[in-house]
């Protein structure tokens, strides 16, 4: 055997063989940081009572031989991973809950004028409307009721804010000239709540008369390349009124008779110039994200325009009938006034009735 007294270094070259077989045994740091016991140093066994001269390792497997720096990036991603998780779980989500299958139901009724249809004074072109008939110019003839109190579930504050996002789509669809005869649709658009603009878009892809793809139905609006406005002012009567459906939706509801003064696309001002009748009702619906959003959902739509000749193609465009085809006369199964509000503007073609006052 070989010398008890000889060096830690090992036996000297040609010394004692009597190690050979421990030889292929190597301990290196690796393995030294792996084990699950380490002995205490001189220091810790002079100023500790334990009994046991060893202290026992985490149980960490490969991550014990990880570096500290690198334990601690790893324990950095896992929290900010951990965190990433929660918040995308309990962030609220701009998309109403259940407004995900909320889609547009929209009617079109052409009521069909006299040929020709009769021009107007260019200089004051609404001077032929009845004096009792309540028409103010654009949004001062909207009928927007004063909010004096919430409702059971909407505050007062939640209302007011509804009512406001209602005023400006029918700003928007109704009112403003660039929507009405330049082709924009973007400030309707931007109103509408992720859950309906996917189908708007499909209705600007491709319109269609199939009460859902209607362009029409979402806004007021004429082909720029056959009209133009004779004036920007519209002449507007009509009401706004609020219901809370349910807990978690307030109804607002539009029923407005609009009057416009057109003229054909690029004839001069001094041009003939005829008017252009439209009753729209429209309700639409918010639930507490669309009002926190500034955002609503259009849910049915249904107009009565004219004079349009019966039969015409309006998915895209209202197609006045000053500038088109004269109706057929025996498409004319009765006079419609679009100036009543009293009966559903549900109709099939019919002869637009003269204004009454």
């Known amino acids: 055997m070989g010398d008890p007294g000889e060096p830690p270094e090992g036996a000297p070259e040609g010394g004692s063989g009597s190690d050979d077989e421990y030889r292929s045994v190597v301990f290196d740091e690796s393995f030294v940081r792996?084990?699950?016991i380490t002995e205490l140093s001189a220091d810790e066994r002079l100023g500790s009572h334990a009994p046991h001269p060893v202290r026992h390792k985490l149980g960490l497997g490969a991550l014990a031989s990880l570096p500290r720096q690198a334990l601690t990036l790893l324990l950095?991603?896992?929290?900010?991973?951990g965190a990433a998780v929660y918040f995308g779980v309990t962030a609220p989500q701009r998309e109403a809950a259940h407004g995900g299958g909320t889609q547009l139901t929209a009617a079109l009724t052409a009521l069909s004028g006299t040929d020709p249809p009769p021009t107007v004074d260019p200089n004051n072109p609404f001077g032929t409307l009845p004096a009792g008939a309540g028409y103010a110019d654009g949004t001062a003839g909207l009928g927007l009721p004063a909010v004096k109190a919430g409702t059971a579930h909407f505050s007062q504050s939640q209302v007011t804010t509804a009512l406001d996002t209602v005023r400006?789509?029918?700003e928007a669809s109704e009112l403003t000239p660039s929507v009405l005869v330049e082709g924009e649709t973007s400030p309707v658009r931007q109103l509408l709540a992720p859950a309906e603009q996917s189908q708007f878009d499909a209705a600007a892809a491709a319109p269609a008369d199939d009460q859902h793809h209607a362009l029409t139905g979402w806004m007021v609006r004429f082909d720029p390349m056959k009209v133009a406005l004779a004036t920007d002012t519209v002449k507007v009567a009509g009401s706004v009124g609020v219901t809370e459906l349910d807990p978690s939706t307030l109804e607002i509801t539009g029923d407005h008779t609009l009057v416009y003064a057109l003229r054909p696309a690029g004839v001069p001002g001094s041009g003939p110039v005829s008017l252009y009748t439209v009753r729209r009702e429209v309700r639409v619906d918010l639930d507490h994200n669309d009002v926190a959003y500034a955002q609503l959902r259009v849910v049915d739509s249904v107009e009565q325009a004219g004079p349009t000749p019966c039969g015409a193609a309006q998915a895209e465009y209202l197609q006045?009938?000053?500038?088109?085809?004269?109706?057929?006369?025996?498409?004319?199964?009765?006079?419609?006034?679009?100036?009543?509000?009293?009966?559903?503007?549900?109709?099939?073609?019919?002869?637009?009735?003269?204004?009454k006052g």
């Open 34 to 36: 792996a084990a699950r």
């Open 76 to 81: 950095l991603v896992v929290l900010a991973f």
């Open 168 to 170: 400006r789509y029918l």
């Open 320 to 355: 006045p009938q000053a500038f088109g085809a004269a109706g057929a006369p025996g498409s004319r199964p009765g006079t419609v006034d679009p100036a009543d509000r009293a009966h559903p503007a549900w109709e099939s073609c019919a002869a637009m009735a003269a204004p």
